[in-house]
C-alpha cells in the first residue's frame, strides 16, 4: 500500500473517483496508483502531486532512485501499467523472461562499468515483478528458435538454466511463450524486434530497439503497422505446448 499517497488524498479530499476524473483515466486505474509498486505515468504524476500539494518524491520516492538508464525509463513506467503485452524477439530471450546471469550476458562487451550492468541487470530483473502481481498483465511472446541455441559466449550452464527459466515461464497462467520454429525461413520478424504495450485505457504504445536507440511509438499508424506485423510473425509460431516441448528439449541440449 502507497501509505504517502493515500494519505496525502485523505488530507485533500481526494478519492480514486474525484483523481480519476481529474486526469482522464479510469476510476479502476486510479485506485491501483494506491497499490505497491504501481506508478502513474509520467504526464500524470506531475498532475497528481500538484492536486495533491505534495512533491512527486514524496508521493513516488522510486521514481528517484530507479536504476534503468534514463532513455528506458518512460517504457518501464508504461510496461508496469500495462494489461498486456506482446513481445516479439529474434535475437534474444524477452527481458521479462532473462535470469540474471542472461542478462549480464547480454552487456558483455559494453561500455559500462561493473556499476553501470549492476544497475542494469537489477533494473531488468526488478522489471519482472509485474509478473508476479495479484494481476499481472497477459505477456504473449514469441522467440525465434535460434534464440535458444544462442552460445552465451560458450557458457552451457547458463544457456541451460535460462531455458528451464524460460520453460517455468512459459506455463505461468499469464504468460504464453511461442516459438518460431528455424525451418521457416523468411518472415516478418526478420526485421527486427519489438513490444507493444496494452493500456487500461486501451490505448496501445510500443517499444522498438536498434543498434543506436530505442524509441517510444504511439501514432496510431504505426501501431497499427506492428499489431499487423505481429500478427502475421504469430501466425509463424508453434502451439504453446509445442513451443514448450521445444523449450524443454533445448534445455535438455545444454546439458
Partial sequence: MNRAL???MAEAGETAESLAAQTGVDPKTAARWISPGRVPQPRRRAKLAFI????VGDLWPDVLKRREPQWLR??????????????FEHTWVPGLLQTEAYARATLAG???TAGEVDDVVASRIDRQSILRRERPPLLVAVV???????????????MREQCEHLAACAVLPAVQVLVVPRDVGMYPGLGGGFVV???????HVAHVDSQVRAQII?????????????????SEALSRLQ??????RAAASWT
Avoid: C, F, K, M
Avoid at 518512460?74 to 513481445?87: L, Y
Fill in 6 to 8: 493515500q494519505a496525502a
Fill in 52 to 55: 495533491l500539494g505534495r512533491d
Fill in 74 to 87: 518512460e517504457w518501464v513506467d508504461w510496461e508496469r501499467e500495462a494489461v498486456a503485452i506482446r513481445w
Fill in 110 to 112: 559494453e561500455a559500462l
Fill in 144 to 158: 525465434h528458435e535460434l534464440v535458444l541455441y544462442q552460445s552465451a559466449y560458450g557458457d552451457r550452464q547458463l
Fill in 197 to 203: 504495450a496494452e493500456l487500461p485505457d486501451g490505448e
Fill in 218 to 234: 504511439n501514432g496510431a499508424a504505426d501501431i497499427a503497422t506492428l499489431n499487423r506485423r505481429w500478427e502475421r510473425i504469430r
Fill in 243 to 248: 513451443s514448450l516441448d521445444l523449450i524443454r
